[in-house]
C-alpha cells in the first residue's frame, strides 16, 4: 500500500492560522480521497513556519471499483410499439458506451424510464488525484489570504513549492506556474536551498538532516521540556497563556535560553510585563512559586545552540527598549486620573453613526443600571457599578494602551487602583473586556459580569440598529464574538457555584434596555421590533453553535431552545440535560408519548381543564397522575424531571386509545384539548420534544 505526501511550500504563516487549516486539510483530504474512492489506512497533517503537509499511510493503489445508474429517456420515448429502439435510446446508449440492449426499463414514482448502468473505470491512484489537489489546495480558508504575482490565486502567504509523492513517483499537477514536484526545503538559517526527496517514506527523515521537525507535536513537546528544565533550574515556573502552541507553529528546530532584565521593570504592573515579553516578544515571562514575576524570560530560537549567548543578549536588549517605553508611559499616564479622561473619550469614535465613545459610556451607564435593578444589587453595589460604568473606556485615552491596545481594560484597572478607586470598582473595569476570545473565562465578578454584559449588549443592538450585521466571514466589530461573550458571561453565571454570584438576567430585559438607552440618543433607524428580532436570531445562533460544538446533538438542542431562550443559562441546561438523557433506553419510548399530546395542541391558545367534565375513567386516570408528577416535577432537576415523565407514558397511551380528544361534543373536545395543553406545558419545561429525531441515533 503506497504513502502518498503533498507538501504545499509557502512563506512564512501566522502561527494562529494552522490549527484551522490543519483541521480543514485533514477533513478535507479524507473526504477527497473517499470521492476519488481510495480506501487509506491513517491520514496525518503537519504544519511548520513554512509549510503544510498532508500524508496518506496505506492509500490504495488504485480506485475501488464503482457502477452508478444514470436515468434516461421515459420507455415510451425510448422504445417504439414494437419494442425496437428509437433514436433517443441508441443516443443515451452511445453516450455512455452502451448499445441499446444494455439499457434496462424501471419503474419510477413518474413513470417508466431506461437507466444505464455505468462502470467507472478503475484509474491508479496516482491518475486520479491529480486532477483533485489543485481544489483541495485552494479550498482551504484562512483568517486572512493573499495574492501575489499577476495570477489571481489566493492563499495564507504565497505558494513557493509543491511536493507530491506517491511513495517514489510525482503525482503531477500544476497550480498557476507552479508544477508538483519531488523538491523541498530545509531550515532557511541551516539548510537553505532546495532538495529532492527520493521516496515518500523518507520525508520526515529527508527534513529532520536539513534541520526541520515536520511534526509540530513533537516541537511542542521539545519546547515544552527545554522551558520546564529551565524553569527548574531558577525554581520558577513558566506564564504560558497559550504561547507553547503558538512557539510550536513559529519554529522549524527549537532551542531555548533564560535571559534577564533589570528588576527595576518590576515595579510596572503585571499586565504589562506579561504583555510585552508574551505576546510582543514571544517570550515565556518566569515567576516564582507565589506567582510573582521575575526578572526573567525563557526565549525559543529556531535553530541550534551555536552563539547563542550573542541571540540572548540581542533578546534582552530587545526587551529593555520595550520596557523603558513601557515605563515612560505609565508614569505619564499616572499623572492624569482616570476620572479625568472621561471627557476625552468624546474625540474617540466608536463608529460613524453611533457617536463617540463617550456615547457609548453613556449607554453602558443606563443599561448597567437597568440590569443592576432586574437582579437587585443593593444601592451602594449599584453605585459602583455605575461608577464602574462611567471610567471603563478611559483608558483608551492613556499612551499605554495607544501602544498596547491589547492592555484595554486590564491597564483601566491599574488606573483606576492608582486614582484611589475601590477595587470592586477596578475589578470591574478589567473583566469588563472578558471573554476576550473563545475559551477565555467569563468575568468572575458580579460587577464585572453585569458590566460585561451592558457593553457588549450595547455593541451587539446598536450595530444591529443601524444595519451593521455580519455577513459571510466580515464581522468588522467583533459582534460574534461578543455575542458568544454574552452567552458564555450567562451560562457561567447560572452555573456558579456561589448562590450569589449567580445572575438570572432576561435576554428580552437586555436587548430592550440596550434600545432604550440607544433611543434616549437619537432615533432609531430601524424599526425597533426588528432590531429585538435580528438581535434575538443572531444570540440564538451563537447559543447553538456552542452547543454543537461541545457535541450535543443538532435535534437535542433545537429540542432545548424552542421551549424558550430568554433564560439562555436555563436553555444550556436543557440541552445538557437532554444530552445525558437521550441515551436511556426509555427515552425515545417517552418522547414517542409526549408528542402525542403535543400535536394534539397545535395552534391551540390553551386553558386549564374542569375534571367534572371527565367523562372516560383513562381521562381520571391521566390527570391523576399529572397531578402527581406536578408536584415531583416542583423540586426535580432538570435530568431528574424525566423520571416523572416517563411514568406518564402509559396513562397518555391509555388516553390516545380509549379517548377521542376531537369529539362533536364542544365542551368535551374543549376540555380534553385542554388537558393536553396542561400537559404538555409541564413537558416543555424540560424541551419541545416534537423535535427530538424520533429514531435510533445507534
Not at 179 to 197: D, I, K, M, Y
Not at 284 to 296: A, I, N, S, T, V
Not at 603 to 612: E, I, K, T, V
Request: aromatic share 8%; proline share 6%; hydrophobic share 45%.
Amino acid at each position: 500500500m503506497p504513502r502518498f505526501v503533498l507538501e504545499i511550500g509557502v512563506e512564512e504563516i501566522p502561527p494562529r492560522f494552522f490549527p484551522p487549516a490543519l483541521a480543514q486539510l485533514r477533513a478535507d483530504a479524507a473526504s477527497m480521497l473517499e470521492r476519488a474512492r481510495l480506501s487509506v489506512g491513517e491520514i496525518e497533517v503537519y504544519g511548520a513556519p513554512r509549510r503544510l503537509v498532508l500524508i496518506a499511510e496505506d492509500l490504495a493503489a488504485t480506485q475501488a471499483p464503482a457502477v452508478r445508474e444514470e436515468r434516461g429517456p421515459p420507455a415510451r420515448a425510448a422504445f417504439d410499439s414494437e419494442g425496437n429502439p428509437t433514436r433517443a435510446a441508441e443516443g443515451f446508449a452511445r453516450r455512455h458506451g452502451l448499445t441499446p440492449s444494455d439499457l434496462v426499463v424501471r419503474k419510477t414514482d413518474q413513470g417508466e424510464y431506461v437507466f444505464a448502468e455505468v462502470h467507472e473505470p478503475e484509474a491508479p491512484a496516482a491518475q486520479a488525484l491529480a486532477p483533485l489537489l489543485p481544489a483541495l489546495i485552494f479550498g482551504l480558508s484562512f483568517p486572512k489570504s493573499m495574492r501575489w504575482g499577476a495570477g489571481a490565486l489566493r492563499f495564507g502567504r504565497p505558494i513557493r513549492w509543491l511536493l507530491a509523492l506517491l511513495d517514489d513517483r510525482v503525482v503531477s499537477f500544476s497550480l498557476g506556474d507552479l508544477t508538483s514536484g519531488r523538491l523541498t526545503r530545509g531550515h532557511p538559517a541551516l539548510a537553505g536551498g532546495l532538495f529532492p526527496v527520493d521516496h515518500a517514506a523518507h520525508y520526515e527523515p529527508a527534513l529532520r538532516a536539513r534541520f526541520v521537525i515536520a511534526d509540530p507535536a513533537e516541537r511542542r513537546a521539545l519546547i515544552e521540556q527545554a522551558v520546564r528544565s529551565i524553569s527548574a533550574q531558577h525554581r520558577a515556573r513558566a506564564v504560558d497563556g497559550g504561547l507553547l502552541d503558538e512557539t510550536a507553529f513559529l519554529v522549524e528546530w527549537p532551542s531555548a535560553a533564560c535571559g534577564r532584565f533589570d528588576p527595576a521593570f518590576l515595579s510596572l504592573p503585571r499586565p504589562v510585563l506579561v504583555e510585552e515579553m508574551q505576546h510582543v516578544q514571544s517570550y515565556f515571562p518566569l515567576e516564582d512559586q507565589k506567582g510573582d514575576l521575575l526578572p526573567r524570560f525563557i526565549a525559543v530560537r529556531d535553530g541550534g545552540d551555536d552563539h547563542l549567548d550573542r541571540i540572548l543578549a540581542g533578546w534582552e536588549s530587545v526587551l529593555r527598549a520595550k520596557l523603558i517605553d513601557a515605563s515612560y508611559f505609565y508614569q505619564q499616564d499616572l499623572k492624569r486620573p482616570l476620572a479625568d479622561r472621561v471627557d476625552a473619550l468624546q474625540g474617540v469614535i466608536f463608529q460613524e453613526s453611533l457617536g463617540s465613545m463617550f456615547d457609548k459610556v453613556e449607554r453602558v451607564r443606563q443599561v448597567a443600571a437597568a440590569l443592576a435593578h432586574s437582579v437587585g444589587l443593593p444601592p451602594e453595589r449599584a453605585a459602583d457599578l455605575d461608577r464602574a460604568a462611567l471610567l471603563c473606556k478611559a483608558d483608551l485615552t492613556t499612551a499605554m494602551v495607544a501602544e498596547l491596545s491589547s492592555l484595554q481594560g486590564l491597564m483601566g484597572r491599574e488606573y483606576a487602583l492608582a486614582s484611589g478607586e475601590n477595587s470592586a470598582v477596578a475589578d470591574a473595569i478589567g473583566e469588563h473586556y472578558r471573554p476576550r476570545f473563545a475559551g477565555d473565562d467569563a468575568p468572575h465578578t458580579t460587577l464585572g459580569r453585569l458590566l460585561a454584559l451592558a457593553d457588549k449588549a450595547d455593541t451587539i443592538v446598536s450595530c444591529f440598529s443601524v444595519g451593521l450585521l455580519p455577513t459571510g466571514s466580515a464581522d468588522p466589530y467583533g459582534l460574534r464574538r461578543e455575542a458568544n461573550g454574552v452567552v458564555t458571561i450567562l451560562v457561567a453565571s447560572g452555573e456558579d457555584r456561589d448562590p450569589s454570584a449567580r445572575l438570572t438576567v432576561s435576554l428580552s430585559h437586555i436587548i430592550r434596555s440596550a434600545l432604550d438607552a440607544l433611543s434616549a440618543q437619537s432615533p432609531l433607524q430601524r424599526a425597533r421590533d426588528e432590531v429585538t428580532k435580528d438581535v434575538t436570531a443572531f444570540l440564538r445562533q451563537r447559543l447553538a453553535t456552542s452547543l454543537r460544538d461541545d457535541g450535543i446533538r443538532y435535534d437535542l438542542v433545537e429540542a432545548a431552545l424552542g421551549v424558550g431562550l430568554d433564560d439562555i443559562g436555563l436553555a444550556w441546561q436543557r440541552a445538557r440535560a437532554l444530552e445525558r438523557l437521550q441515551g436511556r433506553s426509555d427515552f425515545l419510548p417517552t418522547v414517542i408519548a409526549t408528542t402525542r399530546v403535543s400535536n394534539i395542541v397545535k395552534g391551540y391558545l390553551g386553558s386549564q381543564p374542569d375534571p367534572s367534565l371527565f367523562s372516560e375513567e383513562a381521562e381520571r386516570v391521566l390527570w391523576q397522575a399529572y397531578q402527581e408528577v406536578l408536584q415531583q416535577a416542583e423540586t426535580a432537576d432538570l435530568v431528574a424531571l424525566f423520571d416523572p415523565f416517563a411514568r406518564l407514558r402509559a396513562p397518555i397511551d391509555r388516553y390516545f386509545d380509549d379517548v377521542l380528544v376531537m369529539a362533536e361534543d364542544e365542551r368535551l373536545r374543549e376540555n380534553r384539548l385542554a388537558t393536553c395543553w396542561t400537559i404538555n406545558q409541564l413537558f416543555r419545561r424540560l424541551a419541545d420534544f416534537t423535535l427530538v429525531v424520533q429514531a435510533d441515533q445507534g
